[in-house]
């Protein structure tokens, strides 16, 4: 097993990176792909042909001159967060969020005010009264006010093309506005310019939350309606509070972004960002190293980590991705309809020796649903150990002391180094009498069979999409469905019963006792997956770059705010 390990930790150096993730695939972020939000099967509605409009603003009439300057894999397609699930770089810097998430020296996070200064909260868990800042204007001179806020939330809802819509669909009347059954939205009530009130259908603690993902970013209702269908692709129509200004945009070549200097938290100490269209990872090694760039993101160079970790060991900066490699067992599927079968095969990975050698032990094992980083995460869980001695005498238990065969879905579309893992996880299981086939399947007929709830077993990565456990517990576990468009079909409508109950739990500390409870009732007694692992995300930063840090959720669209350059 040791020297298997160490072939494919070989063959692993020189693969590619692109686990499945909350964001998909992506083409935003310092290096590339890495949208915060929205679901993987979301596609952006923005296409090329609107964009043949935008790349007249040249990038000439800037002055770059001491700008930061980054890289992505390829072009943005929009800069409307509201059409797009992925392209999440520009957004984070142009515009603002009536809240942000906040991560302590700890790690632990928290959300915190933004646009909105402060906020009550009814104690039936249903009204919020949110209270502007008075001192935010957008970057065309506008005061942010009330009507914007409601502008944005219903655009959100009503705009053709629009994405990223579940983030607010809590509120009273989303649906209804949604499917063209309203014209309004029933539980957005504008009080005065400074202050408004948002009336939930039912009371959900993760809402606060949902307000800090880039796709409820907050638009300038004046602007944003005078640019119609240019907004996001015309640097010129798209405006936000944010503190950089979308200066230009040259199709396949860079974007310019400026300082605002009228910034309410105070104009950045970076006059400006240029990012660059660089889609051969090799070029931008040598142009970091030629000082070119001043940040790349070692995702999109794995063949490259240990060498930039040798030569730059004091440029490299990391933070824990919030997300989970899981592995699933389809419980409609014999014999994984056996608690006892679940178990032996939890027990029957060696999680540490496949972080290790594909991702030279960057992360944490996980023990449950929650990752490291994330609200509600429980560090007391009860470990889940390799042992696959327990394991072979589990399935002898279960009456299966010859061991069984069972499927591993691969989709055609992932990394090599998904694939490696995989392989690894096979002989793992041959090592107590499991017979792991892994079967390829085009991406497409991939999902279509997960979303099924036919596959028998796969490998994926949920990262967060906001900062609250319900983003991962009620996704898996929420109900039928939800368990069934994973091929986990978890049976225990109590527990799914429990979780949607949850949601609805005004005192926190409450709420967060009874994750825990669910925690350990579906992963160390049901044993519904097999947790794997959280990641470090690692950069690499020039030396002349100052104030870096990796977004809260580790993903590569970062807020270029905090950053200067010597």
């Not at 999680?351 to 609200?375: K, M, N, T």
């Not at 090599?416 to 390829?440: C, F, H, P, R, W």
Request: glycine share 8%.
């Amino acid at each position: 097993m040791k020297k298997k390990l160490s072939l494919l930790l070989a063959a692993a150096m020189t693969a590619s990176l692109a686990l499945t993730g909350c964001g998909g695939s992506g083409s935003g972020g310092a290096a590339g792909s890495g949208g915060a939000a929205g679901s993987a099967d979301q596609t952006t509605a923005a296409g090329a042909a609107g964009q043949e409009t935008t790349a007249q603003s040249s990038s000439s009439s800037v002055d770059t001159t001491g700008f930061l300057a980054v890289a992505n894999v390829s072009d943005v397609q929009t800069a409307d967060v509201q059409k797009t699930s992925k392209d999440y770089q520009i957004p984070l810097n142009i515009y603002d969020r009536l809240v942000d998430i906040q991560v302590a020296e700890d790690g632990t996070s928290s959300v915190v005010p933004s646009l909105a200064e402060s906020w009550e909260i009814s104690d039936d868990g249903l009204v919020y009264t949110f209270h502007l800042r008075k001192d935010v204007k957008f970057h065309n001179g506008n005061d942010l006010t009330s009507e914007d806020v409601a502008y944005t939330f219903n655009r959100l809802l009503t705009v053709e093309g629009a994405t990223n819509t579940e983030f607010i669909d809590q509120i009273k009347g989303a649906a209804e506005l949604y499917d063209g059954t309203a014209d309004k939205l029933e539980g957005m009530e504008v009080v005065d310019d400074y202050t408004f009130k948002v009336t939930l259908k039912e009371a959900y603690s993760g809402f606060l939350a949902c307000l800090s993902a880039p796709g409820v970013s907050i638009y300038d209702s004046e602007a944003t309606e005078a640019a119609g269908d240019q907004f996001g692709l015309d640097p010129a129509v798209t405006v936000g509070t944010g503190p950089f200004k979308f200066a230009s945009w040259t199709l396949n070549d860079q974007i310019v972004l400026v300082a605002n200097e009228d910034y309410w938290r105070g104009a950045s100490k970076l006059p400006g960002v240029v990012i660059k269209v660089v889609p051969d990872t090799e070029t931008q090694t040598m142009m970091f190293e030629s000082g070119e760039l001043d940040l790349i993101d070692l995702d999109f160079v794995q063949d490259a980590v240990d060498h930039f970790m040798e030569a730059y060991p004091d440029q490299i900066v990391s933070g824990p991705r919030v997300g989970i490699t899981y592995f699933t067992m389809n419980q409609n599927k014999e014999p994984f309809n056996d608690v006892k079968i679940r178990k032996a095969v939890q027990m029957s990975i060696d999680r540490q020796a496949i972080l290790d050698a594909l991702y030279g032990g960057r992360g944490d094992v996980e023990h449950g649903i929650f990752p490291h980083g994330l609200i509600g995460f429980n560090p007391d869980l009860p470990a889940i150990n390799y042992d696959p001695e327990a394991a072979r005498a589990l399935l002898t238990e279960a009456g299966y002391a010859d061991g069984f065969t069972m499927e591993i879905g691969a989709d055609g579309s992932a990394s090599d180094t998904v694939t490696m893992a995989l392989e690894i996880i096979k002989d793992q299981l041959s090592e107590v009498g499991i017979n792991a086939e892994i079967k390829n399947y085009d991406e497409s007929t991939w999902l279509d069979t997960r979303n099924a709830g036919d596959m028998g077993s796969f490998m994926s990565t949920w990262t967060a999409d906001y900062n609250d456990p319900d983003n991962f517990i009620y996704t898996f576990f929420g109900n039928a469905d939800k368990t069934r468009m994973r091929s986990i079909n978890y049976p225990d409508t109590e527990v799914m019963a429990r979780v949607q109950a949850a949601r609805t739990i005004v005192d926190n500390d409450e709420r967060l006792a009874e994750y825990k409870a669910l925690e350990e009732k579906i992963i160390q007694e049901d044993a519904a997956w097999v947790p794997m692992f959280s990641r470090q995300h690692l950069f690499a930063v020039s030396a002349r770059t100052e104030g870096f840090k990796v977004s809260w959720n580790g993903l590569s669209d970062i807020s270029f705010y905090p950053i200067s350059v010597k």
